[in-house]
């Protein structure tokens, strides 16, 4: 698929890390507590905001593994984190940095997970995560990205991904159909094949249930206000883009529609859901593959 704009994912930063649901990173920091170092995975790490986001929450040594098929966007990243951390230096695999009295080890991994959703196992993380990605992924592969979790017994945190529900202030006669069409243009294949689009937490929490996880899922909308004009506009205009792509509403629809958006006021909220899931103790492992999928049932928090 095309890469994705680095202004994009800086521009969006912000409010996903205020969309994020702070009572599932407070489950996630709870989890790891106890734990002095770990090694975390980020799937599709873009510019690295889901460290930034994270790594304030978890142990004291973090050795993260930042995977993505984008070069451009790995030295983004390095970028990105050495203007956040309080001090820097590079290393020969990515760099290492301290934070808030952190200390992160930085490895950047050039790779197509569309290959093997399972390359990570072989770096024996404590945690797998990734933000905004699953929703690009098919069925398919969230199955095999699941075998490949549960085998390695490591706990999913899935942020971010887009559930479906946009809503406009003010509204327009076409966002029905806006949505439907953009939902259609969501399914369609960016790489992995088909993609889940706003299945795609539901799907994950399906099968790592099935597996024996325990998962919560939980509400990380966008709410999308005055201040957030650049966003609100960039969105609108990527939607409007897409829904063209799809040649199911008329270009004057999709014209008269974008003009609305464009316009000064316009607030919107975006869906997104965030997903922990974590795998069953060693001792109970067993006896859950034993049990059927349905007794280890998906919780759901909602707001926060
Ligand atoms: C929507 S962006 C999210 C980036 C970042 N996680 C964030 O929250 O800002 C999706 C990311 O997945 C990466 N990606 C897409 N397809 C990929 C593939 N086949 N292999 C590795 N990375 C991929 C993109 O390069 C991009 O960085």
Redesign the pocket.
């Known amino acids: 698929?095309s890469?994705?704009d680095p202004n994009w994912?800086a521009l969006?930063?912000g409010a996903?890390q205020r969309a994020r649901n702070r009572g599932l990173l407070a489950a996630l920091a709870k989890h790891f507590a106890e734990r002095e170092a770990m090694v975390v995975v980020?799937?599709?790490?873009?510019?690295?905001?889901?460290l930034r986001a994270i790594a304030p929450a978890l142990s004291a040594r973090q050795h993260w593994v930042l995977?993505?098929?984008?070069p451009a966007?790995l030295a983004g990243a390095c970028e990105a984190i050495a203007a956040w951390a309080d001090a820097v230096r590079p290393s020969t695999a990515g760099l290492e940095a301290t934070k808030s009295g952190k200390s992160l080890r930085v490895e950047l991994k050039h790779?197509?997970?569309?290959?093997d959703p399972a390359a990570f196992a072989a770096l024996a993380p404590d945690l797998v995560t990734?933000?905004?990605?699953f929703d690009?992924v098919s069925e398919a592969w969230i199955g095999r990205l699941v075998q490949a979790l549960a085998r390695a017994r490591v706990p999913l945190y899935a942020v971010?991904d887009y559930d479906g529900a946009v809503q406009w202030n003010p509204p327009h006669r076409t966002d029905a159909a806006m949505v439907a069409a953009f939902e259609r243009h969501q399914a369609l294949d960016?790489?992995?094949g088909p993609a889940a689009g706003s299945r795609a937490t539901g799907l994950l929490a399906k099968q790592l249930a099935a597996k024996g996880y325990g998962v919560e899922r939980a509400a990380s909308p966008w709410r999308l206000g005055a201040d957030d004009a650049a966003l609100v506009r960039a969105h609108s205009q990527g939607f409007a883009e897409a829904v063209s792509e799809t040649g199911e509403l008329p270009r004057h629809d999709i014209a008269d529609w974008l003009a609305l958006r464009l316009a000064d006021g316009v607030t919107c909220i975006v869906g997104h859901e965030d997903l922990l899931a974590i795998p069953p103790a060693a001792g109970a492992a067993a006896s859950s593959r034993q049990r059927p999928a349905a007794a280890s049932a998906a919780t759901r928090r909602r707001g926060g």
Not at 130 to 133: D, E, G, K, S
């Open positions: 698929m890469g994705f994912l969006r930063e996903d980020d799937l599709g790490a873009g510019l690295g905001s889901n995977v993505d098929h984008d966007l790779a197509d997970l569309a290959k990734a933000a905004a990605l690009l971010l960016k790489g992995f």
